[in-house]
């Protein structure tokens, strides 16, 4: 059986509400499956916000995030 590696990988980003939904929806939408560990949805200054989300990737290879 191949060896399972699991990779963190933190972005951050600001944006609105709606905006920040479409890109979400997007990262769902890719070919790679991208497991979602912890989102941080922080309103700075209404409507902006700052977003800090934890994807995890999984892969069987070698490699940085196998994306």
């Known amino acids: ?3 399972r590696r699991y990779s963190d990988l933190k972005i951050k980003f600001e944006g609105e509400y ?3 939904l479409m890109y979400l929806k997007g ?4 070919k ?3 497991i979602w ?4 949805y922080t309103v700075t200054k209404y409507p902006r916000a700052t977003v800090e989300l ?9 490699g940085w ?3």
């Not at 560990?37 to 941080?40: K, L």
């Open 32 to 34: 790679y499956k991208l």
């Open 37 to 40: 560990q912890d989102i941080q």
């Open 54 to 62: 934890t994807v995890v990737t999984i892969n069987d290879k070698k």
């Open 18 to 20: 709606i905006s920040t």
């Open 1 to 3: 059986f191949p060896t």
């Open 65 to 67: 995030i196998g994306v």
């Open 27 to 30: 990262l769902e939408s890719l």
